[in-house]
């Protein structure tokens, strides 16, 4: 009896729980240690992708086409190193999925991040990082729109909606996520899951800031356009 016990699964509601705190302590510990420096980045996107830019401003002079090369670039590697992180936690079974969740938190924000910047926005101020959690959590499928008025207060804003999308995600992946209770095939699943989750977050954060992108095209575009006709020589 005592040995059936031992190995009966764990109720649903109990992996959610794990898999919600191992989200929320994951996510907060990305927001406060897991940042993609910009120089950086900027360095990357001129020389590995071949973008003809000085600055992350510069993104709005490029053909969008190419923006979301990129894009498509940047989410498939996310997915493929998330996957290879899962296959190896995924060997612990369920046993992993806290310290996986971690890590593949971290690979996700990265990934949300370098998407931010690539399509021109920054995170240097209070609200430009509220912007950046703003787009993670419409990436979690999260309406955060009653909070906006408050997200200049990034130090209570952001674990506000850090929790709101630990509730969201633990209980959309909790389905999946027990398939890694089958020890022989728990690397394989984990890997799969890992690298379909970054892909799902990278193409909803995608969508996020590439209709932020065009919005902003469009009003660089109406500027240049009334200095056109105030410049212009009126005839006599």
Request: proline share 3%; net charge positive; aromatic share 8%.
């Amino acid at each position: 009896m005592a040995e059936q016990i031992r190995k009966s699964p764990p109720s649903k509601s109990w992996m959610r729980h794990r898999i919600e705190d191992g989200l929320r302590r994951g996510l907060q510990r990305a927001y406060e240690t897991v940042k993609v420096d910009p120089s950086r980045f900027l360095f990357q996107l001129q020389t590995a992708y071949q973008l003809p830019v000085s600055g992350f401003q510069g993104v709005y002079a490029v053909e969008i086409a190419r923006i979301d090369d990129t894009a498509d670039h940047l989410i498939r590697a996310g997915m493929k190193i998330a996957a290879a992180e899962g296959a190896g936690f995924g060997l612990g079974g369920f046993l992993t999925i806290v310290p996986d969740l971690s890590i593949l938190a971290g690979i996700t924000l990265r990934t949300i991040q370098k998407l931010s910047l690539l399509y021109g926005f920054e995170f240097n101020t209070d609200e430009e990082t509220a912007e950046l959690w703003i787009a993670a959590a419409s990436a979690a499928g999260v309406d955060i729109s009653r909070e906006l008025l408050e997200k200049e207060v990034v130090s209570r804003f952001v674990p506000r909606v850090i929790r709101r999308i630990a509730v969201q995600a633990s209980g959309e992946v909790v389905e999946k996520w027990s398939g890694r209770l089958i020890p022989l095939a728990s690397s394989l699943i984990g890997a799969g899951l890992n690298y379909y989750f970054v892909r799902a977050w990278g193409e909803r954060a995608r969508a996020h800031f590439r209709k932020r992108h065009l919005q902003v095209r469009q009003q660089l575009a109406a500027e240049r356009a009334v200095i056109t006709i105030s410049s212009t020589p009126r005839s006599s």
